[in-house]
């Protein structure tokens, strides 16, 4: 081999991202399956699929259910030059993959892929995390709120803005959360005036908790505020 064809080739093998070359099939004028050209080694680690079994092969006969619309989009790319980038689950894979194609010869395309199972799974694990952390939130019946602390240029605290309540803390407070979201405490609780609100806000700034007794619109009911 020439000595710049070897360095594409060294390339195209050391990448570590699978690499699979694609050649449009047509008939009658019609794009209508696709020869796999060649793959890199990296393409085993992303797919699961060995080399050997595909190279040379048609697409569609070695994935019967490969997606039509994953293939109309290839074939775009082809015909247009676009890039086409997704991210999709592959069933033959049993694997999510991010996928890019790129237009590469005549008739040919080169798709780019990444496995990203391991990424998909850990963002639904906190995703279900953040759901049990919303029904316990919603369903406590100790009121509770989430507030952010606002900082001027100096870093100095100056204003906490409440972010969110539970239905406990509306009942508690006789408030609604859309009166009390995106508010100052002190502009919205009746039991938190300016005063007390730099009093939490600095205690809260050095890393300590803040308490204090308060007497809500229920008349002699009290409550403690932490």
Do not use: W
């Not at 507030?147 to 509306?170: L, Y």
């Amino acid at each position: 081999q020439e000595p710049g064809l070897q360095k594409y080739k060294q390339l195209f093998e050391n990448l570590t991202s699978g690499v699979l070359v694609q050649e449009i099939i047509y008939q009658d004028g019609k794009a209508v399956d696709a020869r796999i050209v060649d793959v890199n080694r990296a393409y085993f680690r992303h797919t699961g699929i060995p080399r050997e079994e595909i190279i040379g092969k048609r697409l569609k006969k070695i994935y019967p259910d490969y997606r039509e619309d994953l293939f109309r989009k290839m074939v775009e790319v082809v015909e247009n030059g676009t890039v086409f980038e997704s991210d999709e689950y592959m069933p033959q894979f049993g694997r999510y993959l991010s996928m890019a194609v790129h237009r590469f010869d005549r008739n040919k395309c080169v798709v780019i892929l990444e496995d990203i199972t391991g990424q998909v799974k850990a963002a639904e694990n906190i995703n279900k995390s953040e759901q049990k952390f919303r029904d316990l939130f919603r369903n406590m019946v100790i009121g509770l709120s989430v507030s952010k602390i606002i900082r001027n240029g100096k870093g100095k605290a100056q204003q906490a803005i409440i972010q969110d309540v539970n239905p406990a803390f509306e009942e508690i407070a006789g408030i609604s959360a859309e009166e009390l979201v995106g508010h100052p405490l002190n502009e919205t609780i009746p039991f938190c005036n300016k005063k007390t609100e730099v009093e939490l806000i600095r205690t809260v700034a050095n890393h300590r908790n803040f308490e204090m007794e308060i007497q809500c619109h229920r008349g002699e009911t009290h409550y403690r505020m932490i």
